[in-house]
């Protein structure tokens, strides 16, 4: 009688003690901009494509780092992260320090699907991402930065951190409003300035009309998967950025938090093993892709 007395007072204690560590985790954080003082976020969006391997150079070549939030089904119809070439430029991008996060398997607008789909969107991407690289994200970003509670509760689920941003090229809308990111929602389904027609000399100069106004911090949205973006925007804006003495760092490292929730060697060894063909100096494409046939990619990996 004693025991089961005892037994219920301390399930008791422990409902209590565990119930506002539920509501704490109900909905994910959302961030909006970064928290270290000088830096700048350069987050690249819709791939991995062809283009990543240009914008990681660009990067390293300056010494600084940005952070790439990937989909399942990549750009081009049909594509998809698990080919050869796809998986090769995420481990590019991861491999030089890069960080990598979530953006979705198919890039809808989140706040239109059932939870369940919702879930599985969220599943599904961070899934590749771990069988590629072996780290585990601990960012999302919902596609066009739409979201809702049902949103923030799956991502909570999934410990992740909803990331938005407060800088992008959008000319005609809004060059910056990180002074007022819940219009972000209310102006609805929107895109970035490269996907609505702005042209490189336009891009640029909104980068220019950013280091004028020299703010604190600095979390741009751009696109790895426009040849424009890839070749003469985002070169210039972290030249642009670097001149104007920011540090140019991961999201992660603009929070001051950790980029995966934990980091183990990736599911596919022979992935593994090839990418020691990419991070050499130069680069020996001819190996890596000799290595990296289709037949090495585990059969369960498919879109
Ligand atoms: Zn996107």
Known sequence: MFFVIGL???????????????????KAQVVYSCTVPNTVALTFDDGPYIYLP??????????????????????DEGGCIYTPAMVSNVL?????????????????????????????????????IEQIT?????????????FNDGVLQAAAARNQTV??????????????????????????????????GASPAQQMASYDALVARRPNTVLSLEHEVYETSAHEVIPYAIQKLKGAGYNLVTVAECLGMQPYQFVSAPMAQQAVSCTKFLISIPPSFTDFFNCMKPGNIP???HC
Not at 139 to 146: E, L, T, V
Not at 165 to 185: A, M
């Open 54 to 75: 240009d914008v990681v150079n660009a990067l390293v070549a300056a010494g600084v780092k940005g952070t790439f939030f990937f989909i399942l089904q990549v750009f």
């Open 92 to 128: 590019y991008a991861y491999n030089h320090g890069m960080q990598v996060a979530s953006h979705t398997w198919s890039h809808p607008y989140l706040t239109s699907l059932s939870q369940d789909q919702v879930v599985s969107q969220m599943s599904q991407i961070d899934l590749a």
């Open 8 to 26: 219920t007072i301390i399930l008791v204690a422990l409902a209590c003690q565990a119930a506002p560590q539920q509501r704490r985790q109900q």
């Open 163 to 196: 990331v938005v941003w407060d800088f992008e090229w959008v000319i005609v809308r809004t060059i910056y409003r990180k002074s007022e990111p819940l219009k972000i929602f209310a102006l609805g389904p929107t895109s970035s300035g490269d996907s609505t």
């Open 134 to 146: 072996g780290a585990l994200p601990a960012f999302m970003r919902p596609p066009y930065g739409a």
């Open 299 to 301: 059969s369960t990996w």
